[in-house]
């Protein structure tokens, strides 16, 4: 199976945060928003595992989709040395994404760090009339693709922790506003776990449905290995499921926060 | 592909179309893998660690990347020996590639109990798990002693009527009075190595990377250490060694041959190259052809000192 690729753009988005387009007519035809591409970092520096990334967004005529990485430690930082014109190995699209149902007008789609960035396509993808957004960011200099969100939503909110730019505060706290003044049908959560663990006590609250995407440390990528587990509920009990296959994204009253 | 080149290896009456198999653990049950290639490529599939009731396993994160190496303590999560002899084994047999089921239990009852059950099932050889690093009952309180491994094999024994391979632990002193406890109390066969325990420290949090505390060590880096252990297991007993650790491409695979491994495992190559198994057998094949070896039987044991 061909799992080697060409990336036809890198660009840096900030100090840390990159950003590959690449050539996939069967990755772009095949994905779905939400899931995720399994990425080879290279054989330098006996980095042996695939670095599992969230797919950005698809350009299904041209055949190429984007993924964003924030370099955070070995693998991360040998990817951000690719350059257009290299080849790539990337296994995907892997695992189950977002949920597209029509009888969902209004939605919101609440992003935090390195989490915002599978709500792209999905907002592009979302045949919801109403779409809001919600992304928070450390800082003024963390926030990235702004225009591109604006451009796939009705509503962009962004908040930053030290209130640099736009609102200060939590993502979560806006969502409770925006929901007290306009009901939604669905929400979706991605970032870390405990804005995840907030937006869903809050989705119940209002009694509206919600998925999150899950991230975990990876082996396979393929769900062979059992490796990238979180807490689930089960009919009678709790499990650990494999977010690579089962997830990342998941209904969010199944998952079991701790 | 040349017609003269015999791939074939014997593992004490169990013959393997080629001596490349999936190691437990890595390889689930076959399902995910057959997307990338056909499992009857493979010389055999040792699945999933199986317990006599279904396990939970650890609290993530399970896996932490080391250089060269990973460590996991994924704690034998599995669906049951039920589920599997029910579920799995039909999948499996939709492939010509032998089933190895891989066995573990809390206390030496279950293990007599695993044996008696999986004897009765469609699998062609059973590997004794007594290593696992990654749960506190069973495995390693048994498979880390000469005297354990050979209570627990010399009990099992009259259960199991097909290939009884005994898989075992690197976390010892001396890994050949193990592997020859293991064949007086009546193993066919003895595979190693299972994972070097170890642990990974996230100094910000200050944190163990594993939710489980420890893991073990498998990849690139421990494969020295299990040649050698493969090396010395392989002078020490008569019965056929199977050999893994760290294995990735066929000039890996040909080492542990060459040590005196009558078959291989690999597992952890898999997470980054899903075509490592098969890579490997094409390889061994291309240099069978360079170097005129008509049997890869003629490469077991053949290191040259």
């Known amino acids: 199976m061909n799992t080697k690729y060409k990336i036809v753009k890198a660009e840096h988005l900030n100090s840390d945060t990159f950003m590959l387009t690449v050539e996939s007519e069967i990755i772009s035809k095949r994905a779905r928003s939400g899931q995720i591409v399994n990425i080879k970092c290279g054989d330098e520096g006996g980095v042996l595992l695939r670095r599992p990334i969230s797919i950005c967004s698809v350009d299904r005529d041209k055949g190429t989709f984007d993924i964003v990485i924030q370099i955070r430690g070995k693998g991360t930082k040998i990817l951000s040395k690719y350059k257009a014109g290299d080849e790539i190995d990337i296994m995907g699209p892997l695992g189950q994404g977002f949920s597209l149902y029509p009888k969902h007008k209004k939605i919101i789609a609440v992003g935090g760090g390195i989490g915002i960035f599978p709500l792209l396509q999905l907002l592009k993808d979302h045949p919801a009339e109403n779409k809001k957004v919600i992304l928070g960011f450390r800082n003024k200099s963390c926030v990235i693709l702004e225009e591109e969100f604006k451009q796939a939503c009705n509503k962009l909110f962004i908040s930053t922790d030290d209130g640099s730019y736009c609102d200060k505060g939590l993502v979560t706290d806006i969502l409770r506003k925006e929901l007290d003044k306009e009901p939604a049908d669905m929400l979706f959560f991605c970032g870390p776990l405990a804005m995840m663990k907030v937006g869903v006590e809050i989705a119940k609250e209002y009694n509206i449905p919600c998925e999150v995407s899950m991230e975990q440390r990876m082996g396979c990528g393929i769900g062979a290995c059992l490796v990238c587990v979180c807490k689930t509920k089960n009919t009678d009990d709790w499990e650990y499921t494999q977010v690579c296959k089962k997830g990342p994204v998941f209904s969010g009253d199944k998952i079991i926060f701790d | ?305």
């Not at chain 2, 080391?66 to 599995?78: A, E, K, M």
């Not at chain 2, 695979?253 to 690999?266: N, Q, R, T, W, Y």
Request: proline share 6%.
């Open chain 2, 1 to 305: 592909m040349s017609n003269n080149i015999d791939l074939k290896v014997n593992i004490a009456g169990l013959e393997l179309k080629n001596p490349v198999i999936a190691a437990s653990g890595c390889f689930g049950f076959g399902r995910e893998y057959s997307r990338y290639f056909d499992l009857s490529r493979l010389g055999g599939i040792a699945v999933k660690g199986l317990t006599p009731l279904p396990r939970k396993g650890n609290p993530p994160p399970r896996i932490a990347e080391t250089p060269s190496g990973i460590l996991n303590s994924v704690g034998l999560q599995n669906p049951g020996v039920h589920a599997f002899i029910e579920k799995e084994i039909p999948f499996l047999r939709g492939f010509n590639s032998a089933i190895i089921a891989n066995a573990s239990g809390n206390t030496i009852e279950e293990y007599e109990s695993m044996v008696e059950i999986l004897s009765n099932a469609d699998v062609d050889a059973i590997e004794l798990n007594l290593s696992c690093p990654n749960v506190k009952e069973g495995c390693l309180s048994f498979g880390s002693s000469a005297g354990g491994v050979y209570d627990v094999v010399s009990r099992v024994r009259k259960y199991a009527n097909k290939p009884l391979i005994v898989k075992l632990t690197p976390n010892v002193t001396d890994i050949t009075e193990i592997a020859k406890a293991a064949e007086d109390a009546g193993a066919d066969s003895v595979s190693l190595i299972n994972t070097i325990r170890g642990m990974a420290i996230d100094v910000k949090s200050r944190r163990p990377v594993l939710g489980n505390i420890t893991g073990g060590l498998s990849g690139p880096a421990v494969k020295p250490v299990a040649l050698r252990m493969v090396y010395e297991v392989s002078k020490a007993v008569k019965i056929p060694v199977i050999g893994m650790g760290g294995i990735s491409n066929c000039t890996d695979a040909i080492e542990f041959l060459l040590a005196g491994a009558s078959a291989v495992m690999i597992g952890t190559a898999g997470f980054e190259n899903p075509m490592a198994w098969v890579e490997t057998i094409d390889g061994i094949e291309a240099y069978m052809t360079a170097n005129s070896i008509d049997s890869v039987t003629e490469l077991i044991g053949g290191l040259i000192v």
